[in-house]
């Protein structure tokens, strides 16, 4: 019982974002990258953040971190990543493993579900309850017991046969079942789910399963299901590339801004621009390819024009033209800018 493709998508993708967060925060703040062309490094940078957002996702994932956080998690990890859960059948003496671990003895001498560090019994879960937010809840009545409304006529049920009491306190029980551990169910396949059940059910018959589970067990498989949920993890990796190439360009542009200030104000400082002889020059090409920049952006990037195409970024950018054009003299042009800059 794997975790579904997608699940292993949106969870790196989820962690590669504040990965790719942080690099844009150090090209802000920092100086060192200005004798290249930023832009054309933005598929390492997304390379990387996946990278280390698959190195984060694992480590939280993994044994070491669900027991430093046992107590907080009961056994469950962190996060589910590459794998689900085990399960253990000592009858069929096999392991069926939904990703890696060594923990197989966890499990030895009863059917049982190992998740993280949390084991549970199959034979110890009586009730499986759906909530609204897909979060399945595997409840049982071995630590609590069944409270009944009307113990007298119980008991007197229960004299008659086995089979006949077990049916009464199931139906006369008021108290509700403990949960022993909650999954997240959304992140296994619907094919998954019901062999996850099914296989509660093997070991546990009469099993207690509410409406909302039990309308998720009858819906059909439909076998363009998976790829609906592959292109939707197709499109987080692609808006991944598409705003760090969108923010890598927003930098060059605001470097080459900076550097044309630079290159007439501290022709001395900006070596790394290579002002030459004339630094008024310099300052002129640098300018015109961050004019270029913002004149005639990619067209196909969506989060260019979402981000920096909008009246805000637009006046924030001609702010930045018009201070770069005092800094090399052209002052008419610097008013007029401004002047369009409050229009913008």
Known sequence: MPPSLSHLVYTLIGFAWPVFGLVFLILLCSTEWFAFNVVQFFPLAVLFALVVGHSLAVSLESDLATRAVYFFKNGLPLVFYRRFALVFEPAAASATFAGSTNDLTACFGQPALLIGRRRVLFEAVDELYLTFLGTLEVRSFSSCGQVFEKIEAAKTEAQETEGEKSEASAQSAVNR?????????????????????????????????????HDRLKSPIVKG????????????????????????????????????????????????????????????????????????????????????????????????????????????????????????
Not at 247 to 263: D, N, P
Request: glycine letters at 4%; a neutral charge.
């Open 177 to 213: 079942p403990d949960v022993l551990v909650r999954i997240p169910l959304s992140i296994l396949d619907l094919k998954e789910q019901k062999s996850l059940v099914e296989l509660f059910q093997k070991h546990r018959p009469g099993l207690t399963i509410n409406d909302r589970l």
């Open 225 to 344: 299901q998976n790829l609906i949920q592959s292109l939707g993890a197709a499109l987080l990796v692609f808006a991944l590339c598409d705003v760090t190439f969108a923010t890598f360009t927003w930098l060059e542009m605001l470097k080459g801004y900076y550097g044309a200030q630079m290159c007439m104000r501290h022709p001395e400082e900006a070596q790394v621009f290579q002002p030459g002889v004339d630094p008024k020059v310099r300052a002129t090409q640098l300018f015109n390819q961050s004019e270029q920049l913002r004149l005639h952006p990619s067209p196909y990037s969506w989060a260019y024009r979402a981000l920096f195409a909008n009246g805000n970024s637009q006046a924030q950018l001609l702010a930045i033209k018009a201070e770069t054009l005092y800094r090399m003299g052209r002052k008419a042009e610097a008013v007029a800018t401004l002047e369009e800059a409050l229009t913008a």
